[in-house]
């Protein structure tokens, strides 16, 4: 059974950029789905005091359940653990 997919809200600046270059890399995804996560991006910067880390989680996780698949979705996650471990290192 797949393990369900999860944003923890302390780290969603952390998957916001991961998700953003994830949609623009070498294989982009649909034109659709960088303009749903472009305006993600944009209401979080823009407007931070109006979309506290919980709820970008909430709106990061929706974006990928609807646009990353199973693979790339494993890929991703490696790629926040590879960026989490610095992090843990300071500690």
Do not use: C, N
Request: hydrophobic letters at 45%; glycine letters at 4%.
């Amino acid at each position: 059974m797949a393990r369900v997919r999860a944003i923890q809200a302390a780290e969603a600046p952390l998957w916001l950029e991961v998700l953003l270059t994830y949609a623009f890399g070498p294989a982009p995804a649909e034109q659709a789905a960088r303009l749903d996560l472009l305006g993600v991006a944009h209401d979080a910067t823009a407007y931070p005091d109006d979309i506290p880390s919980d709820r970008l989680a909430d709106l990061l996780l929706a974006w990928a359940e609807r646009y990353v698949s199973g693979e790339d979705w494993q890929r991703l996650q490696a790629k926040i653990r590879q960026r989490r471990r610095p992090l843990d290192d300071t500690r």
